[in-house]
């Protein structure tokens, strides 16, 4: 886990410096603007993530600084522990209370949201909004659960000054390194650096939401009307939950164990370079207790479920 969250900082950093290397053309400007967005996604995906669920390190001075390594790439730390810790972890695929199914209406995953005339076509443009969620996240997202979103965990939740003033200061931060200084630093055209961060993000977005949806929202998923259908959580997370590629390397260093999706919802203080090792053993005790557990050996199995159980919940229900 250090040497993910050296490398990532490391990589993070140093694909945002090229940007500013002399002689390059905006062809190499632009595609280093998308890499650098990769280098983003990396460090949310195995650094963010795991320091906002108290996962990294006990030591303070370690896991508080990296808290904000989403503030750094533009979204806030505290809602996304609101949004994410409180609201996806304790209601998984619950509607209503999982923002994580709530899609903003214009997608339907789950059968006890309502149904509408736009979701017929789901399977297909879903991929395109997807593309828009990181994008949307930075820009509007945060904004709108802080001032405006009437969203059930948020309803008792009086949000600290502090958390105010980290909003703006990260916000003002992001768009800054990102949009205004190459502008007047570099002097790059407007609409050169606009269409690289929109690229940019698209490419993020999809990325991302690929990783997370095959988890969820997939054919054999569970959604539950509320926690009171199952005795205990514990069969709540895997009747909700599924991995993939567990045995995959290369998804084992990039993907910040989010493919083991089962361990991390029953263990998510737990830093994701152990999940190889519990996933085995939760595997070995669902089968003892004859528990479901789910899992596709390939990321493109997952998608494919994902996209059939689109198509299926774009017919009216």
Not at 102 to 123: C, E, G, M, V
Request: aromatic share 14%; hydrophobic share 45%.
């Amino acid at each position: 886990m250090a040497a993910k969250v050296v490398l990532g900082l490391i990589g993070f950093a140093g694909t945002y410096a090229a940007l500013y290397l002399p002689g390059i053309g905006a062809a190499a400007f632009f595609g280093l603007y998308v890499l650098h967005g990769l280098a983003q996604l990396f460090v949310l995906l195995n650094i963010a993530h795991d320091s906002n669920h108290n996962a990294i390190s006990s030591r303070r001075w370690i896991s508080r600084p990296l808290k904000y390594v989403f503030d750094l790439c533009g979204i806030n730390s505290y809602m996304w522990r609101v949004l994410h810790n409180t609201g996806h972890h304790s209601n998984i695929n619950i509607c209503g209370h999982d923002e994580d199914v709530i899609a903003r209406d214009a997608l339907r995953y789950s059968p006890n949201t309502p149904w509408r005339p736009i979701h017929t076509y789901q399977h297909h443009y879903a991929w395109f909004l997807y593309g828009l969620s990181t994008l949307d996240y930075v820009v509007w997202k945060d904004l709108e659960y802080f001032f405006v979103k009437d969203y059930v965990p948020l309803r008792e939740v009086r949000h600290p000054k502090s958390e105010y003033a980290v909003l703006i200061a990260g916000k003002l931060i992001y768009f800054t390194y990102m949009l205004v200084l190459p502008v007047a630093v570099l002097h790059r055209p407007v609409l050169l650096v606009l269409g690289a961060f929109v690229a940019m993000h698209f490419v993020m977005g999809l990325i991302a939401q690929f990783i997370f949806q095959t988890t969820h929202v997939i054919e054999t998923s569970r959604f539950p009307k509320g926690r009171s259908e199952f005795e205990n959580y514990t069969y709540h997370i895997l009747a909700t939950t599924a991995d993939y590629a567990t045995g995959s390397l290369p998804a084992k260093w990039l993907l910040g164990g989010l493919n083991h999706h089962v361990v991390h919802h029953l263990c998510p203080n737990v830093c994701h370079t152990h999940y190889p090792e519990l996933t085995r053993i939760v595997r070995e005790t669902a089968e003892q207790y004859r528990i479901p557990y789910r899992e596709h050996a390939t990321w493109r199995q997952a998608l494919a479920e994902h996209f059939s159980l689109l198509k299926q919940l774009g017919t009216q229900a």
